[in-house]
């Protein structure tokens, strides 16, 4: 059975931080495109960082550049994104997403995590 299950989210102050993990299982991580993709109501899906599954490089939306960063363990199956200096904006349901390509598209995602909340505010 394919799993991809998100933890870390929660409550933060603005300016605080937060360290995501997404643990999976059901099939191999390392021959797959890997993102987090995060979800806030009314503004749809946004990706917001990448890993390759080639050359193993890291990207960065616009929005998080400088301020998240992106890591694999591949040996463990297992996904980061860890948040610093987070901002009211940064509010969203997060989702670690396994596909062809880097994207937010579902036709180019072959496994979803199940999201976890982030909720940046004073």
């Known amino acids: 059975e394919v799993q991809m299950v998100e933890s870390g989210g929660g409550l933060v102050l603005p300016g605080g931080s937060l360290r995501l993990s997404c643990a999976a299982s059901?099939?191999?991580?390392?021959?797959?495109?890997l993102s987090w993709v995060r979800q806030t109501p009314g503004k749809g899906l946004e990706w917001v960082s990448g890993i390759t599954s080639g050359t193993g490089t890291a990207t960065y939306a616009d929005s998080v550049k400088g301020r998240f960063g992106i890591s694999v363990d591949n040996g463990k199956n297992t996904m980061y994104l860890q948040m610093n200096n987070l901002i009211p904006e940064d509010t969203a349901l997060y989702y670690c997403a396994a596909g062809s390509t880097l994207s937010s598209e579902e036709r180019h995602i072959n496994y979803w995590g199940q999201g976890t909340q982030v909720t940046v505010s004073s």
């Open positions: 059901g099939f191999t991580f390392s021959n797959y495109a």
